[in-house]
């Protein structure tokens, strides 16, 4: 069973920048596709950006030329750099993994951008 554990959320003020971090308790290679989603209260979780097991990104257009998404195979972490943060990114950002046997997300980290 994979588990995935979210860190780096808080409060920052527009323009400013957070990283969140994805801990995997396996080797993350095992992984194929490592995702970021957000959700806000009411609305459904949106996928943000994926990694994949190739190192390849893929982003949202609302977060491209901002967030940035990498994976680091001897740490078991995958990161999300969010930069220029606005207030439409305020929501709860979870990590999703998807490997063979199926798909595994953390708990949420809460990224709170103030006006």
């Known amino acids: 069973q994979v588990q995935l554990v979210e860190s780096g959320g808080g409060l920052v003020q527009a323009g400013g920048s957070l990283t969140l971090s994805c801990a995997a308790s396996?080797?993350?290679?095992?992984?194929?596709?490592i995702a970021w989603y957000r959700q806000t209260p009411g609305k459904q979780r949106e996928l943000v950006a994926t990694i994949s097991s190739g190192n390849i990104p893929n982003y949202i257009d609302s977060v491209k030329g901002r967030f940035t998404i990498s994976r680091d195979n001897a740490k078991n972490t995958v990161t999300l750099q969010m930069d220029t943060l606005k207030p439409d990114d305020t929501a709860v950002y979870y990590c999703?993994?998807?490997?063979?046997?199926?798909?595994?997300w953390g708990q949420g980290t809460q990224v709170t951008v103030s006006s």
């Open positions: 999703r993994g998807t490997d063979r046997a199926g798909d595994y």
């Open positions: 396996v080797a993350i290679s095992s992984i194929y596709l």
